[in-house]
């Protein structure tokens, strides 16, 4: 079975502030992962995908995330905070090889940018 | 904007009842995804349909059921709810080749 743990309920940096979110999946088989952002009472967007092509995936907003499979790990970074980004992030997981894949959701990390 | 479309966006019942979520797709999209966001459960896959076949099935309960149209729309019918229940309900949808999944605004389902 697939899971996603992200470490941190809660991440707090200063406005131009480096920003990492960390993301450690689990699977059996290579999967793809995925970041979503959640701003207050909307849905989810997607922020950025990896399908197995580059391993360093470059998504909206200047944000990117390294896919190191020796780590299992899928950090989502920005290098300068902005107001704007102060939302609810998700790391997801799905696995590839069954063709019509679910989305298996970390728990989330809110993240807080002070002025 | 996803392309996805949801209704209603807020509903508000009381336990005991039935309620039917409504879900379009982007154009084109022929899978359709069901999630329940909630507190204490996160975010969870309950159910996947593709050109109106049931796929894929997750943590739904069987007071749950959801079905696909021809048109490609979904509903999602929730009964007997329960407090419990209260949680925000997404629908998402895929391309045939099924690498990404674009979400809808959700609705937002309150049980008193």
């Known amino acids: 079975a697939q899971s996603v743990t992200q470490l941190g309920s809660h991440v707090s940096v200063s406005e131009g502030a480096l920003v990492l979110l960390r993301c450690n999946y689990s699977?059996?088989?290579?999967?793809?992962l995925f970041w979503y952002v959640q701003y207050p009472n909307q849905g989810l967007q997607l922020l950025l995908k990896?399908?197995?092509?580059?391993?360093l995936v470059k998504g909206i907003n200047g944000f990117e995330a390294e896919f190191k499979k020796s780590e299992t790990s899928f950090h989502l970074t920005k290098p300068s905070a902005h107001m704007s980004d102060a939302a609810e992030y998700f790391c997801?997981?799905?696995?590839?090889?069954?063709?019509?894949?679910?989305?298996?959701f970390g728990t989330g990390t809110r993240l807080l940018v002070s002025p | 904007d996803s392309g996805v479309t949801q209704t209603p966006k807020h509903l508000i019942t009381a336990t005991g009842q039935r309620v039917t979520l409504r879900c379009s797709p982007r154009?084109?999209?022929?899978?359709v995804y069901w999630y329940q966001q909630s507190l204490d459960q996160g975010l969870q896959f309950l159910i996947q349909?593709?050109?109106?076949?049931?796929?894929a099935k997750g943590n739904i309960l069987e007071r749950f059921s959801a079905q696909q149209f021809p048109d490609l729309h979904s509903e999602l019918n929730l009964s007997s709810l329960e407090l419990g229940d209260s949680a925000l309900y997404f629908c998402?949808?895929?391309?045939?080749?099924?690498?990404?999944?674009?979400f809808g605004p959700g609705t937002r389902l309150t049980v008193l």
């Open positions: 154009s084109g999209d022929l899978s």
């Open positions: 990896y399908t197995s092509a580059a391993t």
């Open positions: 998402a949808s895929s391309s045939l080749r099924a690498d990404t999944q674009y």
């Open positions: 699977s059996s088989v290579p999967p793809y």
């Open positions: 349909y593709y050109n109106g076949e049931e796929r």
């Open positions: 997801a997981v799905s696995d590839p090889s069954t063709g019509f894949q679910k989305l298996v």
